[in-house]
């Protein structure tokens, strides 16, 4: 891949990324659920759907789920199904204990105390003591949020193409894509998105607040999901 040609990927990556989607919502909602720094597991899981999307594209089966409308169809609803649950179970959950009423702190064993700079070991939405959301969790649902998304795989299957010659060896430019996607998509994920949630962190250390976070963040799932099954 020459290095104009990389140049324009690389702006059309750095473009796409912060265009405001599933994505941006989950990493925003885990920044100030779980802090910036664990926000990345969350990030990283969004990354391993995007290499699943590109490998699909690479071995022609995105031509099938782009030509088959009942396979889209299931991809496609299942996406939404999953953003709308994710939606719902943010506007119901409910803070545990008042964060406004402040309690002698306890003491805090090391193993629990999750990683320096993310704070208690409790995530704001769930004040009182439940342990934060684990890593695998946070990349599980990161995952399934991208990879749920079978216009994703449209996307690339149109995209692609422009950063590809045939006629050279192909594992090195679909190497090169991935490898830019992927680290453009981390670095304004993690950079700007989560970074620009801590803002807001403490406005979620109150039951109040953490409630209002809970739903604005909920009703923005359900609405994407809402995009996602009915805009075609």
Same mark, same amino acid.
């Given at each position: 891949? /020459?290095?104009?040609?990389?140049? @324009?990927?690389?702006?059309?990556?750095?473009?796409? /990324?912060?265009? +405001?989607?599933?994505?941006?919502?989950?990493?925003?909602?885990?920044?100030?659920?779980?802090?910036?720094?664990?926000?990345?597991?969350?990030?990283?899981?969004?990354? *391993?759907?995007?290499?699943?999307?590109?490998?699909?594209?690479?071995?022609?089966? $995105?031509?099938?789920?782009?030509?088959?409308?009942?396979?889209?169809?299931?991809?496609? &609803?299942?996406?939404?199904? &999953?953003?709308?649950?994710?939606?719902?179970?943010?506007?119901?959950?409910?803070?545990?204990? #008042?964060?406004?009423?402040?309690?002698? #702190?306890?003491? %805090?064993?090391?193993? =629990?105390?999750?990683? +320096?700079? =993310?704070?208690?070991? @409790?995530?704001?939405?769930?004040?009182?003591? #439940?342990?934060?959301?684990?890593?695998? /969790?946070?990349?599980?649902?990161?995952?399934?949020?991208?990879?749920?998304?079978?216009? *994703?795989?449209?996307?690339?299957? #149109?995209?692609?193409?422009?950063?590809?010659?045939? *006629? =050279?060896?192909?594992?090195?430019? &679909?190497?090169? %894509?991935?490898?830019?996607?992927? *680290?453009?998509? %981390?670095? %304004?994920?993690?950079?700007?998105?989560?970074?620009? !949630?801590? $803002?807001?962190?403490?406005?979620?250390?109150?039951?109040? $607040?953490?409630?209002?976070? =809970?739903?604005?963040?909920?009703?923005?799932?359900?609405?994407?999901?809402?995009?996602? !099954?009915?805009?075609?």
């Amino acid at each position: 891949m /020459s290095f104009s040609l990389w140049l @324009t990927l690389l702006l059309a990556c750095v473009v796409i /990324s912060f265009t +405001p989607g599933a994505g941006a919502i989950n990493t925003m909602g885990n920044a100030l659920n779980h802090g910036f720094r664990r926000a990345i597991w969350g990030i990283l899981g969004q990354q *391993a759907a995007l290499i699943v999307h590109i490998a699909i594209v690479a071995l022609g089966v $995105g031509v099938l789920v782009a030509s088959s409308p009942v396979l889209f169809e299931i991809i496609r &609803y299942s996406g939404a199904a &999953y953003l709308a649950y994710l939606g719902l179970r943010l506007i119901l959950r409910r803070p545990a204990v #008042a964060a406004e009423v402040a309690e002698p #702190a306890e003491p %805090v064993d090391a193993r =629990d105390a999750g990683e +320096p700079g =993310d704070g208690p070991a @409790t995530s704001p939405g769930a004040a009182g003591g #439940a342990r934060a959301e684990s890593r695998w /969790s946070m990349f599980r649902r990161g995952l399934w949020v991208n990879l749920l998304n079978p216009k *994703a795989i449209v996307f690339f299957l #149109a995209f692609l193409p422009q950063f590809i010659r045939p *006629a =050279d060896p192909l594992l090195p430019q &679909y190497l090169t %894509v991935a490898v830019t996607v992927v *680290a453009v998509d %981390v670095a %304004v994920m993690w950079g700007f998105f989560a970074l620009a !949630a801590q $803002g807001f962190r403490r406005f979620s250390r109150t039951v109040r $607040g953490q409630r209002t976070i =809970d739903i604005v963040f909920g009703i923005l799932f359900i609405a994407v999901a809402l995009l996602l !099954a009915f805009l075609h």
